[in-house]
């Protein structure tokens, strides 16, 4: 496991993080009863997922279950689904057919790309503060 991974589920454990109280709050949020329409569901079940995964509670590598975590959050299946083909859109998560989905590992280069994107946006940072600098 990496380094990242052990950090978040070590903060996943400490917090004592699970995918239920995830879900609870996004509900709380809403307040909804915890069954409702499937639109809903899917706006609930991506943040919640999102979060999941960001936190360490569903580490890098793990599989996406659809069944499983459908039950977990009392929703249906069809938002699952949803969900993660959104999580891949966002890169959060791979699903591959008559395997599953699962939760991406981040690899050296999207880490590097990232730092590429932070360096470049830097940059544009500082020369828009220096345009806008004014003598004192």
């Known amino acids: 496991m990496s380094t990242e991974g052990a950090a978040n589920n070590t903060r996943a454990q400490r917090g004592k993080l699970t995918l239920e109280a995830i879900a609870s709050k996004y509900h ?3 307040r909804t009863p915890a ?3 499937d639109s809903l569901s899917e706006a609930l079940v991506v943040p919640a997922l999102r979060e999941a995964i960001v936190e360490g509670v569903l580490p890098p590598g793990s599989q996406l279950s659809e069944v499983q975590i459908a039950k977990q959050l009392n ?3 069809t938002p699952m689904r949803e969900a993660f083909v959104q999580l891949e859109r966002e890169g959060l998560a791979t ?3 008559r395997v599953g989905a699962h939760v991406r590992t981040v690899t050296r280069r999207d880490v590097e ?3 590429t994107v932070r360096a470049a946006l830097e940059c544009l940072a500082v020369q828009e503060a220096a345009a806008r600098i004014t003598p004192l």
């Open 28 to 30: 709380e949020r809403l």
């Open 113 to 115: 790309e990232i730092y």
């Open 75 to 77: 929703v249906s299946r």
């Open 95 to 97: 699903i591959l057919p």
């Open 35 to 37: 069954a409702f329409s």
